[in-house]
């Protein structure tokens, strides 16, 4: 009643800006100012003309308002009851239809908590099983500093992304994406290098979807059939002993090297069986590839990823039950160390390894969420602590990598086995009888199933969108797209299917640009715009450059 007593001439504050008062992000009624919009206008999800008797007297009297005065005087105020509240909020369209605002009612948001397991769920991807191997590859001391430290490299850039659009003045950046605050800065180059980068990292992703995919197809297809034909395979595989057993696919790897060669993947058939019959129809790197296309690449066709939007809760259960599954297998086999700071023994690799920008490579990838960071915390529904939750969600993803990585390098037998016989898979050190493994397996394969057209669709909504205009352009553009994806991972399955150095390679190539380069030349400008720009900070972002650098160039030497 107070509100409703209150006059229509109200002086409005000098500090308040236009755009703060016009945004339509803010759930505040009292902050809006009505438009004229038509009633015939006001449609919901088709262009008939369709609106009710209530919403028309709305509409005049919003329009009787908007005449008391001129659009460039604000002194005007309508009363409160007259202003449309949140769940009648209309977006004005330039073709002269308003359409009703959906995502505006703060019931729409999420806590804190929602969001930051939102977070880390969608980095928690396949980054995780090469994270033993990275360890591997740095030297267990030097590998858990590199992760600690690199996580919050990517941590400090990831936040220069999220601030991004608020430091960009008198522009109403509040819907831009990290694309979009490039071409501010730096036009059509920085728009187009984002998005070509953004591109690297998904495409980078769904070729090792496509290897894993066919890696966990043929080892649960090798367990169906073992047991159904009572096999056992245990003496033919090079392992530990015992009901808890480890093998090493590749006990011939050259300790001061990188333990997966393309001459071992093309020297190993990757087949476990005496039936030459099913060895040549359910081969990993020859057929099974091949067997996937039939089923995913329809999938990839689809207009909308809606219905696969819906599985995304199977990512959680399967990065849970690889927790569990880490923590029982390092129960049952126990803690394997010894600490050779810089000479490789039989059985133990070095503290500290030369090997260790592989590491940052997978890590870069691992940590990787820039390009979405910005779309994730906008559902947050207090925006003011999305720096605290951005961090947690961090340190909970860091605390995951490590717990998997240090407790499954650390129960890995040594003596028998030696270390380096770790895989860019950690699965693949199991065999393939191994029942909770085995489960594993299944759980990734399924999930991976769904989460793979999610990421087509978005190579396809941002490549399309961008070349086209449109995101489904027609069927054979979609087509044409999607055939070039399959064959890249279809190629890459049968003839180098390392998941750890693609995974290396794609991190670093998508981090060099999104991560480093981009992020700290976006704070530079803004920084140097606003006169705020002093040597430590340019020190520091020119550090950063050359760090994301020299990460991509030593991959090449690796």
Same mark, same amino acid.
């Given at each position: 009643?107070?509100?409703? @007593? ?17 945004? +339509? ?8 100012? %009505? ?18 008797a ?16 001129? *659009?460039? !005087? ?20 330039p073709?002269?239809?308003a ?8 019931? *729409? ?12 769920? +969608?980095?928690?991807g ?12 740095a ?15 990517m ?13 960009i ?17 730096? /036009? ?15 495409? /980078? ?6 290897? @894993? ?21 245990? !003496?033919? $595989? ?21 333990? +997966?060669?393309?001459? @071992? ?25 091949l ?6 690449? %329809? ?18 259960i ?5 927790? =569990? ?11 394997? @160390?010894?600490?050779?700071?810089? !000479?490789?023994? $039989? ?10 920008p ?34 947690v969600?961090?340190?909970? =993803? ?19 086995l ?5 895989? &860019?898979?950690?699965? !693949?050190?199991? &065999? +393939? ?11 990734l ?8 057209p ?8 941002? =490549?399309?969108? $961008? ?6 352009? *027609? ?6 797209l999607?055939?070039?994806i399959?064959?890249?991972? =279809?190629?890459?399955?049968?003839f ?12 670093? *190539? ?7 380069v ?41």
């Open positions: 009643m107070e509100d409703d @007593l209150r006059p229509l001439l109200i002086p409005e504050p000098a500090a308040e800006g236009l755009s703060d008062r016009g945004s +339509t992000d803010s759930m505040d009624c009292k902050t809006k100012r %009505p438009f004229h919009v038509e009633p015939r206008n006001i449609v919901k999800d088709d262009p008939q003309e369709r609106v009710s209530e919403a028309a007297v709305l509409n005049s009297r919003v329009h009787y308002y908007s005449r008391l005065t001129g *659009s460039s !005087d604000r002194l005007l105020s309508p009363p409160d009851h007259v202003i449309p509240g949140p769940e009648e909020l209309y977006v004005y369209s073709l002269g239809t359409f009703k605002v959906t995502g505006s009612d703060l019931s *729409s948001k999420n806590p804190s908590i929602i969001t930051i397991f939102a977070i880390w769920n +969608t980095m928690m396949t980054s995780i099983l090469s994270i033993p191997w990275g360890i591997k590859q030297g267990f001391t030097l590998g858990i500093f590199i992760l600690v430290f690199t996580g919050l490299l941590l400090y850039c990831c936040y220069i992304v999220l601030k991004s659009p608020k430091a003045p008198y522009v109403d950046a509040s819907d831009w994406e990290f694309p979009d605050v490039c071409r501010f800065y730096f /036009g059509k180059v920085g728009q187009w290098s984002s998005l070509f980068f953004s591109m690297v990292s998904l495409i /980078g992703a769904m070729v090792v979807y496509w290897v @894993l995919m066919s890696n966990f197809l043929y080892n649960s297809g090798q367990f169906i059939y073992n047991y159904a034909h009572n096999v056992n395979v245990s !003496d033919s $595989q090079f392992g530990t002993n015992g009901s808890d057993r480890v093998i090493c696919p590749f006990p011939n790897t050259d300790p001061g090297g990188n333990s +997966t060669t393309i001459s @071992l993947y093309l020297s190993a058939s990757g087949n476990e069986t005496s039936d030459t019959s099913f060895e040549h129809w359910w081969s990993k790197t020859n057929t099974i590839p067997f996937l296309i039939p089923l995913l690449l %329809p999938l990839l066709c689809f207009r909308s990823a809606a219905f696969f939007a819906r599985f995304t809760f199977l990512g959680t399967s990065v849970v039950y690889l927790i =569990v599954l880490v923590t029982i297998k390092t129960v049952q086999l126990g803690f394997h @160390l010894e600490f050779h700071w810089f !000479d490789p023994s $039989q059985f133990y690799v070095p503290e500290f390894r030369l090997l260790f592989q590491f940052t490579g997978v890590l870069t990838l691992a940590f990787f969420i820039h390009n979405c960071i910005i779309t994730l915390m906008k559902s947050n529904k207090h925006q003011e602590n999305n720096v605290r939750d951005l961090s969600a961090y340190l909970l =993803v860091g605390l995951t990598y490590l717990y998997v990585g240090v407790l499954i390098f650390a129960a890995f037998p040594s003596p028998p030696s270390k380096d016989c770790i895989e &860019p898979n950690f699965l !693949d050190n199991f &065999p +393939t009888g191994d029942v909770l493994v085995f489960v594993a397996r299944t759980f394969l399924f999930q991976m199933i769904t989460v793979y999610l990421l087509g669709y978005l190579v396809r909504v941002q =490549v399309m969108g $961008q070349i086209f205009g449109s995101h489904y352009p *027609s069927f054979f553009h979609v087509l044409a999607n055939v070039f399959v064959a890249a991972g =279809v190629l890459m399955a049968k180098y299917p390392n998941i750890g150095s693609i995974i290396r390679f794609s991190g670093a *190539s998508c981090g060099l640009a999104l991560v480093f981009l992020p700290s030349l976006v704070q530079m400008v803004s920084l140097r715009r606003q006169g705020l720009l002093r040597w430590p900070s340019a020190l520091f972002h020119s550090l950063l450059i050359l760090l994301g650098v020299a990460n991509l160039l030593a991959q090449f030497f690796m």
